[in-house]
T-cell receptor, first 115, second 109 residues
Framework: DAGVIQSPRHEVTEMGQEVTLRCKPISGHNSLFWYRQTMMRGLELLIYFNNNVPIDDSGMPEDRFSAKMPNASFSTLKIQPSEPRDSAVYFC?????????????FGPGTRLTVL | AQRVTQPEKLLSVFKGAPVELKCNYSYSGSPELFWYVQYSRQRLQLLLRHISRESIKGFTADLNKGETSFHLKKPFAQEEDSAMYYCALRGFGNEKLTFGTGTRLTIIP
C-alpha cells in the first residue's frame, strides 16, 4: 500500500494563477483531511470530509480556497487566484472514521510556492 | 473551542540527556491527546496517544487533566530523535484534530 498519495509534490506558480492540489486517500478510509503547514502557524486544518461530504470547512481561509471530493478515492484543493501568502506545505490525511484506532495517515505533502 | 499550545518552537538537547517537549491544551470536555512526529524527509506519523498509555521509541506522555498538559518525555535522548514534534487534540466524538505549532527537537551528538 502506497499510503496517501498527493500530487504534485512541488508547485511553483505566479500570483494570480489557479493552483490545484490532488489527493488519493488510503483505500477503505472514509475520512479525508486537508491541512496547511507554515512556520508561523504550524499545522492548520482547512477542511475535512466524511464519506465524501464536507463536514467542517471552518479552516478554509477565504473564498479563494475550495475543496471537492467527487468520490471516495480522490479529492482536490483549489486556490484561485493564488497569492504569495498561500505559500506553504499542504498535507492530505485520511482515516477510518469511528474505528477503534482512528489514526490519521498523512501524505507526503505538496510544497506550494507562489511568486 | 479547542486549543493546543507548544511553547517551544526549537529545543536542543545533548545526546543521552533527558528530553521534555511541553504541550498544554484547552478543551471543555474530555479530550484525546496525541503526539505526531515528522522525521526529516518522512511523512508526519503518529507517535503515541494518551489512551494507549504506551511507550514508543522510549517516549512517554501522561495526560494531566489538572494542569491540562500532555508533555512528551524521554529519559535519554538519541540522535535519531531529532525531528519535528506536534501535539494534537481531538474532542470526544469528533474526527477533527487540532495541532499545536510544533517543536523542532535537535539532538546534539
Amino acid at each position: 500500500d502506497a499510503g496517501v498519495i498527493q500530487s504534485p509534490r512541488h508547485e511553483v506558480t505566479e500570483m494570480g494563477q489557479e493552483v490545484t492540489l490532488r489527493c488519493k486517500p488510503i483505500s477503505g478510509h472514509n475520512s479525508l483531511f486537508w491541512y496547511r503547514q507554515t512556520m508561523m502557524r504550524g499545522l492548520e486544518l482547512l477542511i475535512y470530509f466524511n464519506n465524501n461530504v464536507p463536514i467542517d470547512d471552518s479552516g478554509m481561509p477565504e473564498d479563494r480556497f475550495s475543496a471537492k471530493m467527487p468520490n471516495a478515492s480522490f479529492s482536490t484543493l483549489k486556490i484561485q487566484p493564488s497569492e504569495p501568502r498561500d505559500s506553504a506545505v499542504y498535507f492530505c490525511a485520511s482515516s477510518v472514521a469511528g474505528g477503534p484506532v482512528n489514526e490519521q495517515f498523512f501524505g507526503p505533502g505538496t510544497r506550494l510556492t507562489v511568486l | 473551542a479547542q486549543r493546543v499550545t507548544q511553547p517551544e518552537k526549537l529545543l536542543s538537547v545533548f545526546k543521552g540527556a533527558p528530553v521534555e517537549l511541553k504541550c498544554n491544551y484547552s478543551y471543555s470536555g474530555s479530550p484525546e491527546l496525541f503526539w505526531y512526529v515528522q522525521y526529516s524527509r518522512q511523512r508526519l506519523q503518529l507517535l503515541l496517544r494518551h489512551i494507549s498509555r504506551e511507550s514508543i521509541k522510549g517516549f512517554t506522555a501522561d495526560l494531566n487533566k489538572g494542569e491540562t498538559s500532555f508533555h512528551l518525555k524521554k529519559p535519554f535522548a538519541q540522535e535519531e530523535d531529532s525531528a519535528m514534534y506536534y501535539c494534537a487534540l481531538r474532542g470526544f466524538g469528533n474526527e477533527k484534530l487540532t495541532f499545536g505549532t510544533g517543536t523542532r527537537l535537535t539532538i546534539i551528538p
